[in-house]
């Protein structure tokens, strides 16, 4: 068949076919510049922290470190100081451990069940409660920053654990809520509806059988709520009180806030230690984060 | 059987009613008491006397605030424009049926999963004039080369730009992804019939039908310009002077530094009201949606 095809429609193949192969060629160049401009703040950042001061000085930010010297990251973690306290960036890492524990779980928990009564059990008015719950999405923190200081300090909890955690709950039940709501009101009434008639209540219902439905969810919920709580900086440095700095707030202390030579490897350590867990999460989770991603993008 | 569905449906009201409480109580009950302080006089402690605009008056005056309200604009227009082109055109690139997807996809979207206090430490670094990306090219031998905006004052909020698009445009991508993996296959169908080219079937075909998918990657992008704080206090801890301040960072400084509490009310109202003209297009959209 192919031999009958006459020259001139031949080379128009090929000519196209040539074409074709240089905009695939094109858009792997596009693609590989792109990823490679993306990596380089965090590639700088770990070159860095493996350079003696020295190098740092004498050299420019591309250059390879000499050795893998590991001497800025044990100081970054053990040794680094803010202000007059030099255990390193390690508190601040069990803090946001301890602050982060109780909110995921907490919040987790308050938006599913509130989204489920939502979803399942459609009472008069759910709707309103969704509507009044999303202008908690848009918020900024920082037009009700003040008063809820106020609020917490009259609640006895401002500046403490229980205070941050608090707040992680309060904001993550707009997002919370809705994602779990979407996800219930997708499931098919009559199941509810045979669960009721073998007399499964309204806590049984969630528990035994719409929950352990929704591995997925729970998955996508952790991920955004691991990554947010993590990243928090705003309400960690304003609600948490110096004694449960989260790694963020302690972070910014060290590297900004801090006096006589700027040691430039150690900050850059500090700095990969605090965004390594949620980029660990992201890593291990990818397709989920970027469901969550797509579902929460109401919040952002 | 009767009996225990109204009992349910009672459950599921005390369930929520907690939740309803939290809303009063942390969001609105907080938002009329800012909206009310910031007509008052109030300083370093609230004060309930009324004084009419004295806020605003006073606000409008302070050069710091028209700093910081520009900058939220130059931020806000230049990022958001960016991050959506250039997060749709790696969205079409990726979609072309290339190999390795999911590690382009990987390294596209990793900024997004730090902090935005990270990733204005590791800029801050890298765009440090005599330690970074200009001590690089200099030292590469173009002695003139000048990449300074972080400590030029008309130019710094140009880096928090720079920053916030390498943090956010992975999300463009993947938000305009999934809608183009979304178009029904019919349509692609239909433009080579017609002998479309790809990239026209893109531009005038693809983009526009995924108008609701850029409408909320707009929205989810000014809503971050507006919340902004963090990104700054890691770059330029707004400065230099505060040359690259925003309204996010004004209400905390005047409520938490310089104890004026009236201040900072005024200027979260106005943070408020531009969240709300920035979130309208979502809403109109959502109404649309539902009818």
């Known amino acids: 068949m192919a031999s009958e095809t006459s020259p001139p429609v031949r080379a128009v193949a090929a000519s196209r076919l040539r074409r074709a192969i240089a905009v695939r060629i094109a858009i792997y160049v596009a693609l590989t510049l792109a990823a490679a401009l993306f990596l380089v703040p965090l590639l700088i950042m770990v070159l860095t922290s493996f350079k003696t001061m020295d190098e740092i000085r004498s050299g420019t930010i591309f250059d390879l470190p000499h050795a893998l010297d590991w001497t800025a990251w044990l100081k970054a973690w053990s040794g680094a100081c803010t202000g007059l306290d030099c255990r390193g960036i390690s508190p601040g890492f069990w803090n946001s451990v301890h602050i982060l524990v109780p909110s995921v779980i907490l919040s987790i928990f308050c938006g599913s069940i509130t989204g489920y009564a939502l979803a399942v059990w459609r009472f008069r008015g759910a709707n309103a409660v969704l509507l009044a719950l999303m202008v908690g999405a848009f918020l900024p923190y920082q037009v009700i920053i003040y008063p809820l200081v106020k609020i917490l300090s009259f609640l006895g909890i401002y500046g403490s654990l229980a205070g941050i955690v608090t707040l992680h709950i309060v904001f993550g039940m707009p997002l919370m809520t809705m994602l779990f709501r979407n996800h219930f009101v997708s499931i098919p009434a009559d199941l509810i509806k045979a669960a009721r008639v073998d007399g499964a209540g309204f806590f049984r219902i969630f528990f035994s059988i719409l929950l352990p439905m929704s591995p997925n969810m729970l998955i996508v919920a952790v991920i955004l709520q691991v990554t947010g709580i993590w990243n928090d900086f705003l309400l960690g440095l304003i609600f948490a009180g110096q004694a449960n700095q989260p790694m963020t707030v302690q972070l910014n202390n060290i590297v900004v806030n801090a006096h006589g030579t700027v040691e430039y490897n150690v900050n850059m350590a500090a700095t990969i230690l605090t965004a390594l867990p949620p980029l660990l999460v992201y890593l291990i989770s990818g397709r989920y984060f970027v469901r969550g991603i797509a579902s929460g993008s109401v919040k952002g | ?291």
């Not at chain 2, 710091?64 to 079409?92: D, P």
């Not at chain 2, 290339?98 to 390294?107: D, N």
């Not at chain 2, 902090?115 to 590791?122: D, E, K, N, P, Y």
Request: contains cysteine; proline residues 4%; hydrophobic residues 55%.
């Open chain 2, 1 to 291: 059987m009767k009996a225990a569905l109204l009992k349910n449906a009672t459950i599921a009201r005390l369930v929520v009613l907690p939740t309803i409480v939290v809303i009063i109580v942390c969001f609105y009950a907080p938002i009329l008491w800012s909206a009310y302080i910031s007509f008052t006089p109030s300083g370093m402690f609230p004060n309930y006397h009324f004084a009419g605009l004295m806020q605003y008056d006073r606000l409008l005056a302070t050069d710091r605030w028209h700093v910081a309200f520009r900058n939220m604009l130059i931020f806000g227009v230049l990022f958001v424009s960016i991050a959506i082109s250039l997060g749709s055109l790696l969205a079409i690139l990726i979609d072309q049926n290339i190999k390795a997807e999911a590690v382009f996809r990987t390294i596209l979207l990793y900024p997004l999963s730090m902090s935005f206090i990270v990733t204005g430490l590791a800029w801050q670094w890298f765009l440090n004039p005599t330690m970074g990306l200009q001590h690089f090219v200099q030292d590469l031998g173009w002695a003139g080369f000048r990449f300074d905006w972080l400590v030029r004052r008309n130019l710094s909020i140009y880096t928090i730009v720079i920053a916030a698009v390498w943090h956010s445009s992975g999300l463009v991508m993947a938000i305009t992804l999934a809608g183009l993996r979304g178009i029904d296959p019919d349509i692609w169908r239909a433009t080579r019939v017609e002998g479309i080219p790809r990239w026209r079937a893109y531009l005038h075909i693809m983009l526009p039908m995924l108008r609701p998918v850029m409408v909320t990657n707009v929205v989810l992008l000014a809503i971050n310009v507006v919340k902004s704080y963090d990104l700054v206090v890691a770059m330029t801890q707004g400065g230099p002077g505060y040359s690259s301040d925003l309204p996010g960072k004004f209400v905390v400084d005047m409520a938490f530094q310089r104890g004026n509490i009236g201040q900072a009310s005024a200027a979260a109202m106005a943070m408020l009201a531009t969240v709300f003209i920035a979130v309208m297009p979502y809403l109109y959209l959502q109404m649309k949606r539902s009818g």
